[in-house]
């Protein structure tokens, strides 16, 4: 059977992207370390060969896609991504799985899991290089969705139908106080007792609205005194006397870089717990390296969070 001749080109895929994501042909071409007019010619050869649009021009403030530009691009990312496995195998079929994988993270999950995942996993699979994107929820699912990222670590909040979401473990939330505070010296703590106190939020988005919707059960929301988006800055500003906080990803220490102290306790109530697990898209087909890792973080996590 006659195989038909493709009319188009991975260089010209690349340049599509790298176009994509800088929204400049003078921008893409400086990074693809071609001629303007070069990438702009291949770009229009593209559309030529697909029949379609893919940008729209506009002389003074550079591109934007168009509608099936955006919906062409992710599939683009994970053609030549398959096409950049090809060659890595090609050139490497004595040294087992290679590539890159492109591993998004939770900005407040990231510091206590990926060094050591990653870490682990490269021990056993040298030929494997990262791409790592820490980020809010909303740019974990973004980047599933457009291909820009293989796979993410996140919980199970708010979901979208287009993500395949894989639970690892169930993680409550607990309350950290500062070490005098009069309820640390309480074994659990009510949500009733905690309303009125300084409040410190993690201000992140989805994990504000999660963590505030606890108190619904007493009928009364706390007021959040101080804000951070940053974990280490909230057990911090605990730590100092700041206010009380709720997290819910487990802790191996209790003190903070300034070496002050803080203590964890766990509510009295029957608290909802979120769900730490792996997130990818249902309309990208993960190569293997990828598969690889989703099943080595799945038995990490549970091995080192789950208990018996």
Do not use: W
């Not at 919980?155 to 640390?184: G, N, W």
């Not at 988005?205 to 919707?213: L, V």
């Amino acid at each position: 059977m006659e195989i038909s001749r493709l009319n188009f080109s991975l260089r010209q895929l690349r340049y599509f992207v790298t176009a994509a994501e800088t929204l400049s042909f003078t921008s893409a071409a400086r990074l693809m370390h071609i001629s303007q007019p070069s990438i702009s010619s291949a770009i229009s050869e593209l559309e030529d060969a697909f029949g379609i649009q893919l940008f729209i021009r506009h002389h003074a403030a550079g591109l934007s896609l168009t509608q099936a530009g955006r919906e062409l691009l992710g599939k683009t990312r994970d053609l030549l991504k398959n096409a950049e496995e090809l060659q890595s195998v090609a050139r490497g079929l004595d040294t087992g799985m290679t590539g890159t994988i492109a591993l998004g993270c939770l900005v407040s999950l990231a510091p206590p899991l990926l060094s050591g995942l990653i870490s682990r996993f490269l021990a056993d699979h040298a030929g494997i290089g990262f791409k790592t994107i820490e980020g809010h929820q909303d740019d974990l699912f973004k980047g599933l969705h457009d291909g820009s990222l293989d796979i993410a670590l996140t919980y199970d909040i708010d979901l979208t139908d287009d993500i395949d979401f894989r639970p690892l473990v169930r993680l409550p939330p607990y309350v950290i106080l500062p070490s005098k505070h009069p309820l640390a010296q309480h074994r659990a703590v009510s949500l009733a007792n905690l309303v009125d106190e300084p409040y410190v939020m993690l201000d992140l988005p989805h994990s504000r609205e999660y963590f505030s919707s606890l108190f619904d059960a007493v009928g009364q929301r706390p007021v959040p005194v101080f804000r951070s988006s940053q974990p280490e800055v909230v057990r911090g500003m605990v730590a100092n006397g700041l206010g009380y906080s709720i997290l819910n990803f487990p802790l191996k220490s209790t003190q903070t870089v300034d070496g002050e102290d803080f203590v964890v306790k766990r509510f009295k109530e029957k608290v909802v717990a979120t769900t730490l697990g792996i997130a990818q898209s249902r309309t990208m087909k993960p190569r293997m390296v990828v598969q690889r890792f989703a099943s080595f973080a799945e038995e990490l996590i549970k091995n080192q969070y789950v208990r018996p």
